[in-house]
């Protein structure tokens, strides 16, 4: 009876192996990302924040971006809308981002181009250059280059 309850102990215990194993956590980042952990941090607070009603063009055409997002693996995202005069049509563009090494974990240098768009007008292979600053609740501020 014994030998019969250890053995049914031990099958029924799991494997501290698998219960150990660690797990990734947080987004993988783009080979073409700086990996310094002050970068790693930026770069995660960076793809949480959710620009809206970002303007990167104004003028007599003015493109403005309601929902504009970076992803982890040095990609982003745009959806809004260009303005010509009265006129308003809606559109969306992507492409591919880099930085340099982070300052601090909510401060950064970060370059983007137009790789895809349909917005009328606008031209692919454009880039943008910006120092951000992410700020407390969700705020951010671009001091472009």
Not at 101 to 125: F, H, I, L, M, Y
Request: hydrophobic share 35%; net charge negative; glycine share 8%.
């Amino acid at each position: 009876m014994r030998y019969a309850i250890l053995m049914l102990a031990l099958t029924g215990c799991p494997k501290t192996e698998e219960a150990t194993a660690p797990t990734s956590r947080g987004p993988q980042i783009g080979a073409n990302l700086p990996q310094d952990a002050t970068s790693k941090d930026f770069i995660g607070n960076l793809v949480d924040t959710h620009f809206q009603n970002y303007r990167p063009v104004e003028g007599a055409v003015t493109l403005n971006y309601e929902s504009f997002r970076f992803r982890p693996d040095g990609s982003w995202s745009a959806s809004g809308a260009i303005s010509i005069m009265e006129d308003k049509m809606e559109c969306q563009e992507s492409g591919s981002w880099v930085m340099d090494p982070a300052t601090t974990e909510n401060d950064g240098v970060v370059s983007w181009t137009v790789n895809d768009t349909d917005c009328a007008s606008r031209k692919t292979q454009v880039s943008t250059r910006a120092r951000i600053q992410l700020l407390d609740g969700g705020q951010y501020k671009f001091h472009f280059r």
